[in-house]
């Protein structure tokens, strides 16, 4: 059984940086990734990691966000710099079934998912 915990969300200041952790059960050798959903827009995608720890990250995100996974630890973290409003969104960590995937960023590949932390960015 797979679960998915995340933590770290919050309220930030425009220009400031969060750090979200998500702690994995059930998972070895999954593809992982950070998708997130703001009222009324789809879940799209931030960040992944292959099994074989190839990243990809999102266009509006790609210079700002971190993707890291500490596999002993069966953690997954984002690390968030230079935040604006538009990162405004509940964040959800992810699993897939696959080690690595053609499509690293579709939502649809992703079996497995965590409950959402809460990202707010005020200007």
């Known amino acids: 059984q797979v679960t998915l915990v995340e933590s770290g969300g919050g309220s930030v200041e425009f220009g400031g940086s969060l750090r979200l952790s998500c702690v994995a059960s059930?998972?070895?050798?999954?593809?992982m990734g950070w998708f997130r959903q703001a009222p009324g827009k789809e879940r799209e995608g931030v960040a992944s990691?292959?099994?074989?720890?190839?990243?990809f990250y999102g266009d509006a995100v790609q210079g700002r966000f971190g993707i890291s996974q500490d596999k002993a630890k069966k953690t997954l973290e984002l690390r968030m710099m230079d935040l604006r409003a538009e990162d405004t969104a509940m964040y959800y960590c992810?699993?897939?079934?696959?080690?690595?995937?053609?499509?690293?960023?579709?939502?649809?590949?992703?079996?497995?998912w965590g409950q959402g932390t809460q990202v707010t960015v005020s200007s």
């Open positions: 992810a699993a897939s079934k696959w080690s690595d995937l053609n499509e690293p960023l579709k939502k649809e590949m992703y079996w497995y």
């Open positions: 059930g998972v070895t050798n999954n593809m």
């Open positions: 990691i292959s099994g074989n720890g190839r990243i």
